[in-house]
């Protein structure tokens, strides 16, 4: 049940950050990015880790995939910084999302594949 519950938020968390990348762009018709998916983002991307890590088993591949998946965020983010700048699309928002998206899920993420093997492979 953890770990079913720990997906679900995990990607809740995942979309929310996802809305708040593309939400300057306009990809999302009318919607702007809320102080919902702002606090979102980060509360259910943490809540659905620790939930899948307390449902047991050998945890190493949690923090590959919650790295990998916060770096693709990352790196969508400030390729989302980038285009505007060199002209390549106008953004119909402001870009503020874009910088929380950045240093949130880019420091996060460096976090998560920084940790040390041995608590990746429990002896």
């Given amino acids: ?58 945890i190493g591949w949690l923090w590959k995939v919650c790295s990998a998946l916060l770096l693709a965020l990352a790196t969508a983010s400030a390729l989302g910084l980038a285009l505007p700048v060199l002209g390549l699309v106008e953004t119909a928002g402001h870009t503020l999302s874009l910088w929380y998206v950045l240093f949130v899920a ?7 594949a920084l940790v040390p093997g041995a608590l990746a492979a429990p002896s």
């Fill in 106 to 112: 880019g420091a996060v993420g460096t976090a998560c």
């Fill in 1 to 58: 049940m953890l770990k079913i519950s720990g997906a679900v938020l995990l990607m809740i968390g995942l979309a929310a950050g996802i809305a708040l990348v593309v939400s300057p762009f306009g990809l999302l018709g009318s919607a702007r990015s809320s102080l919902t998916a702002w606090i979102l983002f980060p509360g259910c991307f943490a809540a659905g880790s620790l939930l899948l890590a307390l449902g047991g088993g050998a």
